[in-house]
Protein backbone atom coordinates (compact mmCIF):
# COMPACT_ATOMS: atom_id res chain seq x y z
CA UNK A 1 0.00 0.00 0.00
CA UNK A 2 2.53 2.44 0.59
CA UNK A 3 2.13 5.34 -2.40
CA UNK A 4 3.77 7.87 -3.68
CA UNK A 5 2.31 11.61 -3.43
CA UNK A 6 3.44 12.09 -7.14
CA UNK A 7 0.79 8.88 -7.87
CA UNK A 8 -2.22 11.14 -6.46
CA UNK A 9 -4.04 14.45 -7.55
CA UNK A 10 -2.68 17.65 -5.51
CA UNK A 11 -6.36 18.50 -4.60
CA UNK A 12 -6.49 15.00 -3.26
CA UNK A 13 -3.89 15.29 -1.32
CA UNK A 14 -4.53 18.38 0.28
CA UNK A 15 -8.14 17.27 1.38
CA UNK A 16 -6.30 13.76 2.45
CA UNK A 17 -4.09 15.68 4.84
CA UNK A 18 -6.58 18.07 6.12
CA UNK A 19 -8.80 14.74 6.52
CA UNK A 20 -5.59 13.12 8.58
CA UNK A 21 -4.73 16.28 10.02
CA UNK A 22 -8.37 16.62 11.85
CA UNK A 23 -8.42 12.71 12.65
CA UNK A 24 -4.83 13.30 14.67
CA UNK A 25 -5.94 16.33 16.39
CA UNK A 26 -9.05 14.28 17.51
CA UNK A 27 -6.73 11.09 18.78
CA UNK A 28 -4.83 14.02 20.99
CA UNK A 29 -7.71 15.09 22.55
CA UNK A 30 -9.63 12.11 23.13
CA UNK A 31 -6.70 8.96 23.63
CA UNK A 32 -6.68 7.46 26.99
CA UNK A 33 -3.38 9.03 27.93
CA UNK A 34 -3.45 7.79 31.12
CA UNK A 35 -3.68 4.19 30.12
CA UNK A 36 0.19 4.65 29.13
CA UNK A 37 0.75 5.32 32.97
CA UNK A 38 -0.48 1.78 34.06
CA UNK A 39 2.35 -0.38 35.43
CA UNK A 40 3.80 -2.06 31.99
CA UNK A 41 1.38 -0.33 29.35
CA UNK A 42 3.66 2.02 27.91
CA UNK A 43 6.53 -0.69 27.22
CA UNK A 44 3.62 -2.65 25.59
CA UNK A 45 2.47 0.27 23.07
CA UNK A 46 6.74 0.63 22.17
CA UNK A 47 6.62 -2.88 21.55
CA UNK A 48 3.21 -2.49 19.60
CA UNK A 49 4.52 -0.16 17.38
CA UNK A 50 7.83 -1.68 16.51
CA UNK A 51 5.89 -4.84 15.98
CA UNK A 52 4.10 -3.01 13.15
CA UNK A 53 7.15 -1.03 11.70
CA UNK A 54 7.93 -4.64 11.08
CA UNK A 55 4.53 -6.61 10.23
CA UNK A 56 4.46 -3.46 7.48
CA UNK A 57 8.26 -3.99 6.34
CA UNK A 58 7.13 -7.72 5.44
CA UNK A 59 5.51 -6.15 1.93
CA UNK A 60 6.04 -7.72 -1.48
CA UNK A 61 4.87 -6.09 -4.70
CA UNK A 62 5.53 -5.14 -8.53
CA UNK A 63 4.51 -1.62 -9.55
CA UNK A 64 4.96 1.48 -7.08
CA UNK A 65 1.77 2.20 -4.81
CA UNK A 66 0.94 -1.49 -5.31
CA UNK A 67 2.78 -3.29 -2.38
CA UNK A 68 0.61 -5.75 -0.34
CA UNK A 69 1.23 -6.62 3.41
CA UNK A 70 -0.91 -7.15 6.69
CA UNK A 71 -1.87 -4.28 8.58
CA UNK A 72 -2.33 -5.57 12.68
CA UNK A 73 -4.17 -2.32 13.29
CA UNK A 74 -7.72 -4.21 14.57
CA UNK A 75 -5.61 -6.01 17.43
CA UNK A 76 -4.14 -2.74 17.78
CA UNK A 77 -6.66 -0.60 18.18
CA UNK A 78 -8.83 -3.43 20.23
CA UNK A 79 -6.08 -3.29 22.80
CA UNK A 80 -5.14 0.21 23.30
CA UNK A 81 -8.30 2.43 21.78
CA UNK A 82 -8.77 4.38 18.79
CA UNK A 83 -7.02 7.31 20.11
CA UNK A 84 -3.56 5.32 21.04
CA UNK A 85 -3.98 3.42 17.69
CA UNK A 86 -4.17 6.26 15.82
CA UNK A 87 -1.26 8.09 17.29
CA UNK A 88 0.50 4.75 17.34
CA UNK A 89 0.18 3.82 13.57
CA UNK A 90 1.71 7.38 13.23
CA UNK A 91 4.34 6.61 15.08
CA UNK A 92 5.01 3.21 13.72
CA UNK A 93 4.97 5.02 10.10
CA UNK A 94 7.41 7.52 10.99
CA UNK A 95 9.90 4.96 11.98
CA UNK A 96 8.91 2.96 8.97
CA UNK A 97 10.21 6.53 6.82
CA UNK A 98 13.29 6.50 8.67
CA UNK A 99 14.41 3.20 8.33
CA UNK A 100 13.42 3.03 4.64
CA UNK A 101 14.35 7.07 3.98
CA UNK A 102 10.53 7.07 2.67
CA UNK A 103 8.63 10.47 1.24
CA UNK A 104 7.68 12.49 4.16
CA UNK A 105 5.09 14.50 1.55
CA UNK A 106 2.99 11.05 1.33
CA UNK A 107 2.88 10.58 4.77
CA UNK A 108 -0.77 11.39 5.51
CA UNK A 109 -1.80 9.52 2.29
CA UNK A 110 -0.58 6.68 3.97
CA UNK A 111 -1.07 6.66 7.57
CA UNK A 112 -5.00 7.23 6.71
CA UNK A 113 -4.38 3.93 4.66
CA UNK A 114 -2.69 1.92 6.51
CA UNK A 115 -3.40 3.77 10.29
CA UNK A 116 -6.69 5.29 9.97
CA UNK A 117 -9.10 3.60 8.15
CA UNK A 118 -8.09 0.05 9.60
CA UNK A 119 -8.81 1.84 13.10
CA UNK A 120 -12.38 3.66 11.91
CA UNK A 121 -13.33 0.50 10.71
CA UNK A 122 -12.67 -1.39 13.63
CA UNK A 123 -14.03 0.98 15.83
CA UNK A 124 -17.42 0.79 14.33
CA UNK A 125 -17.60 -2.57 14.25
CA UNK A 126 -16.72 -2.66 18.08
CA UNK A 127 -19.55 -0.05 18.75
CA UNK A 128 -22.02 -1.83 16.13
CA UNK A 129 -21.42 -5.14 18.11
CA UNK A 130 -22.08 -3.44 21.60
CA UNK A 131 -25.40 -2.09 20.68
CA UNK A 132 -26.94 -4.94 18.11
CA UNK A 133 -25.17 -8.15 19.40
CA UNK A 134 -25.20 -9.94 23.06
CA UNK A 135 -22.48 -9.16 24.95
CA UNK A 136 -20.55 -12.53 24.77
CA UNK A 137 -17.20 -13.89 24.76
CA UNK A 138 -17.33 -15.10 21.05
CA UNK A 139 -19.22 -12.11 19.83
CA UNK A 140 -15.90 -9.80 20.98
CA UNK A 141 -13.49 -12.63 19.65
CA UNK A 142 -15.01 -13.49 16.05
CA UNK A 143 -17.00 -10.40 14.93
CA UNK A 144 -14.89 -7.46 17.18
CA UNK A 145 -11.23 -9.43 16.47
CA UNK A 146 -11.96 -11.15 13.36
CA UNK A 147 -14.21 -9.79 11.00
CA UNK A 148 -13.12 -6.42 11.87
CA UNK A 149 -9.43 -7.65 10.38
CA UNK A 150 -11.25 -8.59 7.61
CA UNK A 151 -13.20 -5.76 6.85
CA UNK A 152 -10.57 -2.99 8.04
CA UNK A 153 -7.54 -3.91 5.23
CA UNK A 154 -10.27 -4.79 2.46
CA UNK A 155 -11.29 -1.27 3.50
CA UNK A 156 -7.74 -0.05 3.62
CA UNK A 157 -6.73 -1.88 0.30
CA UNK A 158 -10.16 -0.55 -2.01
CA UNK A 159 -9.43 3.05 -0.45
CA UNK A 160 -5.63 2.77 -1.92
CA UNK A 161 -6.56 1.62 -5.07
CA UNK A 162 -9.71 3.87 -5.73
CA UNK A 163 -6.98 6.60 -4.61
CA UNK A 164 -4.68 5.70 -7.60
CA UNK A 165 -7.59 4.98 -10.11
CA UNK A 166 -9.04 8.50 -9.34
CA UNK A 167 -5.73 10.07 -9.97
CA UNK A 168 -4.74 8.35 -13.32
CA UNK A 169 -1.81 6.66 -11.65
CA UNK A 170 -3.76 3.13 -12.77
CA UNK A 171 -6.23 2.01 -15.06
CA UNK A 172 -8.84 -0.79 -13.41
CA UNK A 173 -7.86 -3.66 -15.51
CA UNK A 174 -4.18 -3.24 -14.25
CA UNK A 175 -5.04 -2.73 -10.85
CA UNK A 176 -7.58 -5.44 -10.56
CA UNK A 177 -4.84 -8.04 -11.96
CA UNK A 178 -1.81 -6.36 -10.08
CA UNK A 179 -3.45 -5.52 -6.91
CA UNK A 180 -6.76 -6.33 -6.02
CA UNK A 181 -6.68 -10.14 -7.38
CA UNK A 182 -4.56 -10.79 -4.45
CA UNK A 183 -7.35 -9.87 -1.91
CA UNK A 184 -7.91 -13.07 -0.44
CA UNK A 185 -4.29 -14.02 0.07
CA UNK A 186 -4.45 -10.87 2.56
CA UNK A 187 -8.51 -10.71 4.34
CA UNK A 188 -7.90 -14.29 5.56
CA UNK A 189 -5.16 -14.28 7.12
CA UNK A 190 -5.32 -10.85 8.25
CA UNK A 191 -8.31 -12.06 10.22
CA UNK A 192 -6.43 -14.82 11.40
CA UNK A 193 -4.00 -12.93 12.93
CA UNK A 194 -5.55 -10.46 14.30
CA UNK A 195 -8.42 -12.89 15.76
CA UNK A 196 -5.18 -15.19 16.99
CA UNK A 197 -3.41 -11.79 19.07
CA UNK A 198 -6.49 -10.92 20.53
CA UNK A 199 -7.48 -14.41 21.54
CA UNK A 200 -4.03 -14.39 23.43
CA UNK A 201 -4.91 -11.16 25.47
CA UNK A 202 -8.43 -11.53 26.62
CA UNK A 203 -7.20 -15.57 27.95
CA UNK A 204 -3.33 -14.11 29.31
CA UNK A 205 -3.59 -10.45 29.93
CA UNK A 206 -7.13 -8.84 29.67
CA UNK A 207 -6.85 -5.97 31.68
CA UNK A 208 -4.21 -4.77 29.01
CA UNK A 209 -7.58 -4.71 26.44
CA UNK A 210 -9.30 -1.43 26.21
CA UNK A 211 -12.22 -2.30 24.14
CA UNK A 212 -12.71 -6.06 26.45
CA UNK A 213 -14.66 -5.73 30.05
CA UNK A 214 -14.93 -9.11 32.13
CA UNK A 215 -18.21 -7.84 33.71
CA UNK A 216 -19.32 -7.61 30.28
CA UNK A 217 -17.93 -10.51 28.00
CA UNK A 218 -17.63 -13.20 30.79
CA UNK A 219 -19.58 -12.12 34.10
CA UNK A 220 -23.11 -14.99 34.49
CA UNK A 221 -21.76 -16.48 31.05
Known amino acids: MFISSDQVLADLGLLINALYGVLILFALRYADWRRLWRSGDLNLFVVGCLALIGLWSLRAGVSPGLALHYLGMTAFTLVFGWGLALLGSAAALVGMM ?34 YLPPHFFIYIYINAFLAAALAILASVLVAAGLLIASGAYGLPRMSYEYLAYLPLLVLPEAILNGMIVTAFVVLAPRWITTFDDDVYLKNR
Do not use: C, D, Q, Y
Open 98 to 131: VIWEGEWSSFAINALVVGGIPVLVTMGVHKLALR
